[in-house]
């Protein structure tokens, strides 16, 4: 019972809402025509993911 590890929430929503907002956005600033802004938002998904996968996730590891 002593090597119970406590969970801590999970808060990588946020990184992927943040990539989905501003590719959208870039997307949207790009204005060659709709289907870009869906794109954009792909790309930003696809970056945001990769950021938590690279990054985030060796945050916390010890060496």
Known sequence: MGHHKEEK????FIYYLV????????????DKGFTWIFVGGVLGLLTAAAYIAV???GRNEEA
């Open 55 to 57: 990054l985030v996730r």
């Open 9 to 12: 929430e999970n808060f990588d």
């Open 19 to 30: 990539g989905l907002v501003t590719g959208l956005f870039v997307g949207f600033i790009i």
